[in-house]
């Protein structure tokens, strides 16, 4: 029992034993994080409790994160230096992450959690793919069914966080791979079934889900070449056949991230947006004249500017992603006068930017108009770097585009169709 308890001592000091050399960097006591850890605390006053004072202070501080000490940056000029400088902050690989576990197999190698030559080559596949201008219909047949849904519940409170699950799943689909999930109309869609599951327990094979994907030669990989590519897993393949870039587990795993970075994100940006509308009857009832005036013109689908600030105005109150994927220092830098070691284990704490009275004028009033300009208004200024729900630099997200298009046309057809209430 002695030798047991020893053990277990060691293993404890060796886990939350804070190395010399970050040190000096300031610290969220332990004890804090314990007590919001085993707290009911919504993630806001978590991360109130806990550091918001010291990112506002030192735009640093150093946090006991999942196991790790981790230096997190509230500080929008040092987030764009890692972002421009990618090759010194390099991505912390999932087997790094998460070595040895479920997680890290069901990740994968891809194009966010990769490195150097292996990353330019996904980047190059991903980027051509992510290059073609992607069919509004794609969108709207999605939005279309989402309305039969809501016409078919009248009178009646609808969840739209969990029919924007369903939506932005049937969309990833449809524009990943050409296929109809039906998620939306089935009332319990097998797909969405299994991926929920996965979610919950990660305990669920990929190749029991992703079967279609094994192999170029099933049926309905091999139908991608029959006809004009029209979605991201065509261009793929289409690539790996002609460069032989890309292995089948290589476009599986960048696809299944596509799927994760897309899926509860877009879905949670709606759910923001629409939550906003509600709060906000005028700024509801401005957009909703817009999308009367523009939407449904040839050529017009994408000038939707106060639709546009709205979204951008939820990324920026609740980002997706509290925390952009962590990298590793390469070498030592010097951060707000602060010394930050080689191989240190940073996250750009994106929220805590996107809400700081540093950057903007009153952060907690949700205000379209930062974002918006017309012949009417000029668009309040705000710092560029302080915006960066989808990443910077060249590891920014290539699906921005996609998840903006989605949004928007999702929220004009919405609004042209209903008006919206929090209960």
């Known amino acids: 029992i002695l030798l047991a308890l020893i053990f277990i001592i060691y293993k404890l000091w060796n886990l939350l034993h804070v190395p010399q050399n970050i ?16 707290s009911k605390m919504t993630f806001e006053e978590k991360r109130s409790y806990l550091y918001k004072d010291l990112l506002n202070e030192h735009g640093i501080a150093r946090y006991f994160f999942r196991s790790k000490w981790t230096i997190l940056i509230g500080d929008a000029h040092l987030a764009n230096e890692i972002y421009l400088n990618a090759d010194k902050f390099p991505k912390l690989l999932s087997t ?13 190698d891809n194009v966010v959690f ?20 992607f069919d509004t219909r ?6 279309s069914e989402l309305i039969q849904v809501i016409d078919n519940n009248a009178g009646s409170e609808i969840d739209m966080s969990h029919y924007f699950r369903r939506l932005t799943m049937e969309v990833l689909g449809l524009g990943l791979m050409n296929i109809k999930f039906n998620s939306i109309l089935t009332p319990n869609p097998e797909f969405n079934y299994h991926y929920n599951n996965i979610m919950k327990c990660l305990n669920i094979p990929i190749t029991l889900i992703f079967q279609s994907l094994d192999t170029p030669s099933n049926p309905m990989m091999r139908s991608a070449y029959d006809s004009e590519p029209k979605d991201i897993l065509s261009l793929m393949l289409l690539s790996m056949d002609k460069d032989e870039k890309l292995t089948d587990k290589e476009i599986r795993d960048n696809i299944m991230m596509f799927v994760l970075a897309g899926h509860d994100t877009t879905a949670l940006a709606l759910t923001v947006a629409i939550y906003f509308l509600c709060k906000h009857p005028n700024f509801q009832d401005k957009a909703r004249r817009e999308a009367l005036a523009i939407f449904g013109k040839p050529g017009n689908d994408k000038k939707l500017p106060f639709i546009d600030s709205i979204i951008k105005e939820s990324l920026r109150m609740y980002p997706p992603v509290a925390f952009l994927p962590a990298r590793l220092t390469k070498s030592e ?12 284990l940073i996250l750009v704490e994106t929220f805590h930017i996107q809400n700081s009275s540093k950057y903007w004028q009153n952060p907690s009033e949700f205000n379209p108009y930062r974002f918006y300009e017309s012949s009417n208004s000029t668009k309040i200024a705000y710092p560029a770097t302080s915006w960066s729900p989808f990443g910077g630099g060249e590891r920014m ?3 921005l585009g996609f998840s903006m298009m989605e949004q928007r046309i999702t929220l004009a057809l919405l609004l042209l169709n209903y008006k919206f209430e929090l209960n």
């Not at 070595?99 to 994968?108: C, M, N, T, V």
């Not at 951060?335 to 240190?344: G, M």
């Open 23 to 38: 040190a000096h960097i300031p610290a969220v006591p332990l004890y804090k994080t314990f007590i919001a850890t085993l």
């Open 96 to 108: 790094q992450m998460f070595p040895e576990s479920l997680a890290a197999k069901f990740i994968g």
């Open 114 to 133: 990769s490195n150097d030559k292996l990353w330019k080559k996904y980047r190059a596949s991903v980027n051509s793919a992510f290059k073609i201008q």
């Open 138 to 143: 794609l969108f709207i047949e999605g939005v």
């Open 333 to 344: 830098f010097i951060a707000n006068d602060i010394q930050i070691p080689a191989s240190s």
């Open 397 to 399: 997200c290539s699906g």
